[in-house]
């Protein structure tokens, strides 16, 4: 049962059993519909900030007057942090970035491993493990580390720390392609294409990618959440020397020193990462789900 | 097998990355600010000459790596540590081992068995908790499981010390802990056990529960759900089914004959959880102020110290490849399809 | 077989597999006995509950899968009872995951029943060893489990026997006295030592003179003696001691003696280089050879009922019929029933005693094999038999139709969609089993006066 032309060439009683199996998936469901107030929160703070009546969607507005954080009241559902910021517009401010910033590396970050890792397996031979090589080497530097590395070069700020984070993660997305592809490629429908005088090309870009590249893909919407953590770990331990940047773990920092008083600076903005990295996870289970043929039939 | 070239690569990749912002910026820290004019032309000129960086650049990529290979990784200038870099790591890394080796070990003891649990309780409510559990881990970023452990455990119920590695108190007048260096391992609670000071011994361990705990429970998520899934697919496999059809108690089925093959998913995956781990090892640090290679590294990266950011580096990348190829071996000791086949 | 009593009786089994894609009713209304000592074959098309049959008898069924009705007696044991009364219970909500802790307790129930009187044999001997334990500890595993005192009388009687005992005892067996040599055994205290020397003196693969340099080298091999009270211990109550040092020693000493009576069964099914065999790893052996270990976990403790389930399907025809040959000579030599399930007629004529066809989840024609062979009553039972290929040409008739969706199955009898001798009632009621004479039972209308008779 090959399933040629990947996800859009699904019978449509495929295609409904599909999404009888992801709305089987309660979790993935909530994650979904988190995944799409966030994705909302960016949207309409990039486009509409007036929307929310944000004057300053693009920093933080401190308030020198009275720097000391405050609980939470009606005025500050989400109460401040330190100097004054309130912490629920600041937390609206902050989902825009980090998730953009996510995308911004995971999208080129993915496209690169991807193409690499394809090479990788088209080429075959000596390419494909100098190229394995090469992922291997990248990889055996703690990608913390590495973006330090490369922020120290490039200067530390958030162009470098794209680019810092796109070289620390193209080669899982190489080698994770590369495996998935040859998976496929050991598939009996190849065989049949094979055999039944398709040309590498065709057989490599009609029937193998389109059926080796769903996970990959579902790979990218989970890392979307292990990179928005990484990148906030990497703002945290001071990554960014910047001031009313409103990102979340740049937010943590605030507090940090009221950790005694003020509990909630730290962990609202916390909060906001764990159920956003959660309800990414759980989608892409829902989506693994989906796609993986022996999961579908299994009760 | 790929130790040597892996090795090879990652000088040459951290040679590439620290000359990829030119000469200057290499020479920069030694320059005397207080020079100007040609006086610190001519500086900068017997620097360029003294570094090699005239010479063509695969040329100075050998220099470097002389140096490198007769342990000089230059100096390094932070507020916890000035002077040779090979020194700093004398003196940080055995810290972080201690660390990370504690974390590791708390990870292996509670993470394995909860993710056979989780596994042999497939959706019951104990799995469910379990999976709450780990899914919340995953989605954590350490810094904030480190801060909220620290508001549970040190601000609430004042457990345990905030950060640091010993009450300065029980330090004053030692002889052996200087500086807040201590001597001759440079781990504080081995020297007071070597030392015979119990007191001390037993508060250092204190102030190290919460950054190992922060750690292993970080690296503990991936763990758990990989062994998870992975163990339900082994409970369904023909062999655990002849096991039970042998009339094999339960637990021998899922310990015994389970267990063992549903365990190489998390050994191949185990390099994963060793970079993870090493990358958190750099925040639990820098969050406890514990004086390891992390946090000499996030030093060096605030004093945009050129050497501890090198020096940092190609250790980190020495201990994971030197800790996959150890548990490479090990791992394919366990499977005797590798071993023999 | 005249009138015995059975090992196992299933009356009116009803069984579905709960999936996303609907119930799946898997067995319809089994009744079916299996006689101590006979060898029973199943056949029939692939998914018509024939494995799932097995798997049931032997209380290994998946979470999904629930037991509607009906009950299966091993032994006296109803092994389906907690299953169906949780069924009951559930009123329709039925639930894999509280099926499972029912399946569970099932499993801690028949701990006693699986391994020491019913044992299985699975379809591919590639996937049920396991990959990473030596195949000697997986023989051995279930003796240690169930047959402790065996192997610590074995150890014993070994420590304890001469080489007078030795040469006493290759005399009687030379003279074929087996009973003086038991008297003899007994006399001397040495039981254990029986099952060694019979497991050499019996091999075909060994010249004379080998087998009795082997039996005499059996004496005299003394044990730790930190470890006898332990082993007599072992030997007398059929348990490890339980103080804890002690029990791993006294274990350790059982695993090896375990490995080294796994040896000796595996040289009894003409398994070459025993010794060396059991110390590998399923993936070094081939198919047959893992078949044989198979075959011997399943043999060793020396169980009441065997369930094969395909036991030759995956293997090459040449290694099927040394396997067959096998379960000849294991059936001649032991007093086990076999249940022998398989697709293939031709060779279930060759092994059976009695033959049961089933057909979408019921038994539909059960008897003694030359009647249910020679003169088949069920119409399903006759054209799956015209659809056997044999060396002789004749003309090969498929079954028209398909095997029915079991998600929603007709009503009636399953088979009168395909049935060319169908009639109304077929349509409407199921047909009950009717005896034909001599055990000869069949489940059809044709035969239960439901419409003219023939």
Request: glycine residues 8%; positive net charge.
């Amino acid at each position: 049962m090959a399933r040629r032309g990947g996800l859009g060439g699904f019978w449509n009683e495929e295609r409904k059993l599909s999404l009888q199996v992801f709305l089987s998936n309660k979790p993935a469901v909530v994650g979904l519909v988190i995944v799409l107030i966030y994705i909302a929160d960016a949207l309409i703070v990039q486009f509409a900030p007036w929307l929310l009546g944000l004057k300053n969607p693009y920093a933080l507005t401190p308030n020198y007057i009275n720097p000391i954080p405050q609980p939470p009241s009606w005025k500050y559902p989400l109460g401040t942090t330190y100097p004054g910021v309130n912490l629920l517009t600041a937390i609206i401010k902050a989902i825009r970035v980090d998730l953009g910033l996510s995308v911004a590396v995971v999208l080129p970050g993915a496209g690169l491993g991807i193409v690499i890792g394809i090479i990788a397996t088209y080429i075959g031979g000596w390419v494909d493990d100098l190229l394995m090589r090469i992922t291997d080497i990248f990889f055996s530097v703690p990608y913390l580390v590495l973006a330090i590395a490369v922020g120290y070069v490039l200067g530390r700020d958030i162009t470098s720390m794209i680019i810092a984070l796109i070289i620390v993660w193209w080669p899982l997305y190489a080698r994770y392609t590369r495996s998935v592809t040859l998976q496929v490629r050991e598939l009996t429908f190849i065989e049949a294409a094979r055999a039944a005088g398709a040309s590498n090309a065709k057989i490599m870009f009609r029937h193998i990618l389109p059926n080796a590249l769903p996970p990959v893909l579902v790979q990218m919407s989970m890392d979307l959440g292990t990179v928005m953590l990484v990148i906030s770990a990497l703002a945290f331990i001071g990554f960014l020397p910047v001031s009313n940047f409103p990102e979340l773990g740049y937010l943590t920092t605030l507090g940090l020193n009221y950790i005694n008083t003020a509990p909630w600076t730290i962990l609202f903005p916390g909060i906001v990462i764990v159920i956003f990295a959660v309800s990414v996870y759980l989608l892409g289970m829902g989506l693994m789900d989906v796609i993986n043929p022996r999961r579908r039939s299994s009760l | 097998m790929y130790y040597i070239p892996t090795l090879i690569g990652l000088t040459v990749m951290v040679f590439a990355i620290l000359h990829a912002g030119g000469p200057y910026k290499l020479i920069a820290p030694y320059i005397n600010p207080r020079l100007s004019g040609p006086a610190r032309q001519e500086q900068i000129q017997m620097l360029i000459q003294k570094f090699h960086l005239n010479q063509p650049i695969y040329v100075q990529y050998f220099y470097w790596l002389w140096a490198l290979l007769h342990g000089n990784l230059g100096y390094t200038t932070t507020p916890i540590f000035s002077g040779p870099a090979t020194e700093a790591l004398a003196i940080f890394f055995p810290n972080t081992a201690v660390l990370a080796i504690f974390a590791g070990v708390l990870m292996w003891i509670i993470g394995i068995p909860l993710g056979t649990w989780s596994a042999v309780r497939k959706d019951k409510p104990d799995d469910v908790a379990i999976r709450v559990f780990s899914y919340t881990l995953y989605g954590m970023p350490i810094y904030l499981l480190a801060v909220v452990l620290i508001i549970i455990f040190a601000v609430y119920l004042k457990l345990l010390p905030i950060s640091g590695v010993v009450n300065p108190e029980l330090t004053v007048g030692l002889s052996w802990y200087v500086n807040g260096i201590s001597y001759p391992t440079h781990v504080l609670i081995i020297d007071a056990i070597i030392h015979g000071d119990w007191k001390l011994a037993l508060n250092a361990f204190e102030h190290l529960i919460l950054p190992a705990f922060t750690l292993a429970l970080a690296a503990m998520a991936g763990v758990i759900n990989i062994l998870r899934a992975s163990m339900i697919e082994v409970l369904d496999q023909d062999y655990v089914r002849f096991a039970r059809s042998k009339g094999l108690p339960e637990g021998v089925v899922t310990k015994k004959h389970a267990r063992p093959t549903a365990m190489f998913p998390v050994y191949t995956n185990f390099a994963y959880t060793v970079a993870g781990m090493l990358s958190g090892v750099v925040v639990v640090e820098s969050v406890f102020d514990y004086p390891g290679i992390g946090y000499w590294l996030t030093q060096s990266m605030l004093g945009n110290d050129m050497g501890g950011i090198m020096a940092g580096t190609l250790i980190f990348g020495l201990i994971f490849v030197t800790t996959s190829l150890a548990l490479d071996i090990l791992f394919a000791i366990k499977d005797p399809r590798i071993r023999l086949g | 077989m005249s009138k015995e009593e059975s090992i196992v009786k299933i009356r009116d089994l009803r069984l579905s597999y709960y999936t996303r894609r609907g119930v799946y009713h898997a067995l319809n209304g089994v009744d079916l006995d299996i006689m101590r000592g006979e060898v029973l074959g199943v056949a029939g098309e692939s998914g018509c509950g024939k494995s799932t049959l097995g798997l049931t008898i032997m209380g290994l069924l998946p979470r999904n899968a629930a037991i509607e009705n009906g009950e299966v007696m091993v032994d006296g044991f109803d092994v389906v009872r907690p299953l169906r009364e949780y069924f009951r219970r559930s009123k329709g909500k039925f639930k894999p995951t509280k099926n499972d802790d029912v399946l569970k307790k099932l499993h801690k129930a028949m701990m006693n029943i699986r391994g020491v009187k019913v044992s299985m044999v699975f379809q591919e001997p590639m996937t049920t060893l396991n990959p990473v334990m030596p195949v000697g500890y997986q023989i051995a595993e279930v003796l240690l489990q169930h047959n402790v005192s065996l192997l610590a009388k074995r150890r014993l009687a070994r420590a304890k026997a001469t080489r007078e005992d030795m040469k006493a005892i290759l005399g009687y067996l030379r003279g074929n006295d087996m009973a003086s040599m038991m008297d003899y055994i007994k006399s001397r205290r040495l039981e254990g030592i029986e099952d060694q020397v019979m497991a050499y003196w019996r091999r075909r693969d060994l010249h004379d003179l080998v087998k009795e340099i082997r039996i005499l080298s059996l004496c005299c091999d003394a044990v730790n003696p930190m470890l006898r009270p332990g082993l007599s211990y072992a030997a007398r109550t059929n348990r490890l001691p339980s103080a804890p040092v002690l029990r791993q020693l006294v274990r350790h000493e059982l695993v090896k003696e375990g490995y080294r009576k796994a040896a000796e069964y595996l040289g009894l099914l003409g398994m070459p280089e025993p010794e060396k065999v059991v110390k590998m790893y399923p993936h070094e052996l081939s198919g047959g050879m893992r078949q044989r270990v198979v075959i011997a976990t399943a043999m060793i403790n020396n169980p009441e009922l065997v369930i094969l389930d395909e036991p030759t399907s995956a293997l090459d025809v040449t290694i099927q019929a040394q396997i067959l040959d096998l379960l000849k000579d294991l059936k001649q030599e032991t007093k086990a029933a076999y249940m022998f399930i398989s697709h293939d007629l031709s060779l279930l004529y060759q092994v059976s005693d009695r033959i049961a066809i089933m057909y979408a989840g019921k038994v539909v024609e059960v008897g003694p094999k030359d009647s249910v062979f020679k003169e088949p009553k069920h119409p399903y039972t006759q054209m799956l038999l015209e659809a056997v290929p044999t060396l002789e040409p004749h003309e090969l008739k498929g079954i028209r139709g398909e095997v029915p969706d079991l998600r929603n199955p007709p009503k009636g009898c399953m088979f009168h969609p395909r049935c060319p001798f169908a009639m109304p009632i077929c349509r409407e009621k199921e047909p009950p089993t009717v005896d034909v004479g001599s055990g000869h039972k069949v489940a059809c209308w044709l035969y239960a006066g439901g419409g003219e008779k023939k």
